[in-house]
């Protein structure tokens, strides 16, 4: 073994990955000291995310780096299910009049590049260090810090670091969830699929913008289109089909035929990969944590596997920040997996039935949020999962949603207006009268205060039908208050720790 380095982290985060650069740039914006281990001399360069929606975006707005990614986005118009007949069946119409969170609802993007640039963004935090080409090989949890043990693989030199959490971003094969000693929750679906990457060389405007899900059972395959002039395949193969053959170019170019041929487009990239829908049963022990592809896997359906890493870390980051700055338990920590875990269970269980529709096994299945048109094509909206009961107080149906993101009097967002800390929207009148008794409170919190007198506030809060409503850092609603004595009760509970504000929540509790 190596010896142990003085080195010393607050927390040690295992992959690079995008979900591991996201929270290297949370943790690192709130300044607390990380280091990161990564395997791999560069970014992954094999297919895989292309679209990521507007909560993502904006946990890329709370780490300054929305306006970089703007220039490697385009805008995602929605999904088509169609019959072998041509026939749409389902249509998700990505296209919305507004936009409640500041942002467009659904983006695509080329995952290299949307990597490069959350990498880019870590050296503008001194207390942030990236290590590549070093794998972790061992954790030893040791009291008051976790003991992570690493290979600098272009020295072959053996190193440890000491740290208060480890978090691992490790991906599907983890080390740190097998460390943890997590069984996985299989919920049914595993297939092989073929994914293609091609570069046009002429246009194909008839390719269409919109992705579309061939639900053929001869072969279902899913097409989407790419940034500029990049687009995307996902074939289904056969069990006779076998995985080392099948990115052979000529079995590629015979699989596009129905689409594109070698006069229109270069292949880029192509592999096959088994999606699978699997959670972690566990996502805590004690110093150890996981996050993004360690702790759940999805077929891409919906898009929503690296969506969902990332509202892990979202969750998680700003629980560490405050357990590593004294200002919450450690027990603040369990809420995270009993948040969010429920919610990453929605979507998967989602994306699946969306490939029991690819697959036509189950084209009748009961999809939520269907209206059916005049055509016979069924209409679906994808509502936002709400997270499970953690780290909140009080009985308010907004609980556990987002609150939207206004634009306020001046032109700013909300988000950067209240930046990354607690923040309460309240109506004018019940601000006016309360202040004196909430300022300290609010003060001593840090909870920034944004009133009705900005109309989009306003109206949300007439709409949810509360007075005010207490927002966490990750922006999911806390709590709600109607009244003085409420919104008195409500603040207090965001600086309890987490099992005092659920527990004064629960009726009888
Ligand atoms: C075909 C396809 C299409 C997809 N489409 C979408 C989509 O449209 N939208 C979407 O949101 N998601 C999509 N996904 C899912 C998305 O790509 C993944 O969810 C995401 O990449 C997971 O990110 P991660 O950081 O958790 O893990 P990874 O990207 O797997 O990163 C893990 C990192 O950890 C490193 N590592 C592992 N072990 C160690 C160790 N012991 N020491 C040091 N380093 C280690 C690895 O080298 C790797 O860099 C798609 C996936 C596929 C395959």
């Known amino acids: 073994m190596g010896e142990i380095s003085a080195d010393r982290c607050d927390v040690a985060i295992i992959g690079l990955g995008p979900v591991g650069a996201t929270l290297a740039n949370i943790l690192g914006k709130a300044g607390l000291a990380v280091l990161v281990l990564e395997r791999e001399a560069a970014a992954y360069h094999l297919p895989r995310a292309v679209h990521f929606d507007d909560e993502v975006m904006r946990v890329f707005q709370s780490i300054g780096l929305a306006d970089t990614l703007l220039p ?19 249509d998700w119409s990505r296209l919305q009049p507004t936009r409640p969170h500041g942002w467009n609802s659904s983006y ?109 059972p001869a072969r279902p395959a899913t097409y989407v289109r790419g940034i500029g002039d990049r687009r995307r395949w996902e074939i289904t193969l056969k069990d006779d089909e076998p995985t080392a053959q099948m990115t052979d170019p000529a079995r590629v170019w015979a699989l596009l035929r129905r689409w594109i041929t070698s006069e229109d487009a270069e292949l880029e990239r192509s592999a096959v990969y088994t999606f699978h829908s699997v959670i972690a049963e566990t996502w805590r022990h004690g110093r150890l944590l996981i996050a993004g592809d360690a702790a759940h896997q999805t077929p891409p359906f919906l898009g929503q596997g690296m969506c969902a890493g990332m509202r892990d870390v979202a969750n998680l980051g700003w629980k560490l920040v405050e357990v590593l700055s004294s ?40 999809l939520p949020n ?25 009985t308010s149906d907004q609980i556990g949603r987002l609150i939207p993101q206004p634009t306020l009097i001046g032109g700013g967002r909300l988000d950067d207006r209240v930046g990354e800390t607690f923040s309460l929207l309240i109506d004018k ?40 409503v207490l927002a966490r850092p990750d922006r999911y609603v806390f709590g709600a208050a109607d009244s003085a004595s409420e919104l008195v009760a409500l603040i207090a509970a965001a600086g309890a720790n987490p099992t005092a504000a659920d527990h004064k929540s629960q009726p009888g509790g």
């Not at 600098?152 to 670091?161: E, I, P, Q």
């Not at 006016?432 to 949300?460: F, K, M, N, Y």
Request: with cysteine; aromatic share 6%; proline share 4%.
């Open 108 to 216: 695509r993007f080329h995952q290299p590049e949307l990597e490069a640039v959350l990498r880019k963004g870590l050296p503008r935090w001194p207390s942030v260090t990236a290590r590549q080409r070093c794998e972790a090989f061992a954790v030893e949890q040791q009291g008051v810090c976790a003991v992570v043990r690493f290979e600098d693989l272009s020295s072959g030199k053996l190193h440890a670091t000491q740290a208060k959490y480890v978090v691992g971003c490790d991906g599907a094969r983890s080390l740190i969830r097998r460390l943890i000693g997590s069984g996985l929750i299989d919920l049914g679906f595993h297939e092989r699929w073929l994914v293609i990457d091609a570069i046009l060389k002429r246009p194909r405007p008839d390719l269409g913008d919109v992705s579309v899900q061939f639900c053929d």
């Open 370 to 394: 269907t209206s059916t048109s005049d055509e016979n094509t069924q209409r679906i909206r994808v509502e936002k999962p709400r997270l499970g009961r953690g780290f909140h107080f009080g």
């Open 429 to 468: 009148d019940l601000l006016g009268s309360t202040s004196h008794a909430i300022a300290p409170q609010l003060r001593e919190r840090g909870i920034a205060c944004v009133d009705s007198s900005h109309d989009e506030v306003a109206a949300w809060l007439r709409e949810v039908g509360h007075k005010a």
């Open 327 to 366: 200002r919450a338990d450690d027990d603040l920590l369990d809420t995270y997996q009993r948040e969010r875990l429920p919610h990453v269970r929605e979507y998967i269980e989602l994306a699946v039935k969306f490939g029991g529709i690819i697959n036509t096994k189950a084209a009748d299945v009961a």
């Open 72 to 90: 490697y986005l385009a805008l995602s118009t929605g999904m088509r299910f169609v019959d072998p007949s041509g026939r749409v069946i389902l």
